[in-house]
């Protein structure tokens, strides 16, 4: 995925916005919290760190191509950062952007979400 494919998925999701901070990060945030960003990678390759349930962030850390974000999870925070992704993983890259969206909104008072539209099912 590139960092504009990234951007596009990113801005499809609900109640979204965008900046670029921390070095020309492309950081997305929901209800002004942070659930992805693109950037930090260590190679010219694009990496996408993401907010992970406890159960995927140590299922994601043994597997190849992924590994704690830097900075973030060594803060303890359940983040996730894809650093090695190949075309066939955008649909997995994309499952874990919406649940990290989903679970950074879940996080947000319920006036907040209601506000914008969140998670009223």
């Known amino acids: ?3 504009e494919e990234f951007s596009d998925f990113c801005r499809s999701l609900p109640a979204t916005s965008y900046v670029v901070q921390w070095g020309g990060s492309h950081v997305w945030k929901v209800g ?4 992805a960003i693109g950037g930090w990678g260590e190679s010219d390759k694009p990496a996408f760190s993401f907010k992970t349930s406890e159960l995927n962030f140590y299922f994601l850390d043994d597997q190849p191509g992924y ?8 803060r303890g ?3 996730i950062q894809q650093y090695d992704g190949h075309v066939a993983e955008d649909d997995e890259l994309k499952y874990y952007l919406k649940e990290s969206h ?13 506000e914008l539209g969140l998670n009223q099912d």
């Open 1 to 3: 995925m590139t960092y």
């Open 67 to 74: 590994r704690p974000a830097p900075y973030l999870a060594s």
């Open 77 to 79: 925070m359940k983040w």
């Open 32 to 35: 002004g919290k942070v659930f």
């Open 102 to 114: 989903r679970i950074v909104s879940l996080g947000l008072t319920k006036k907040k979400q209601k």
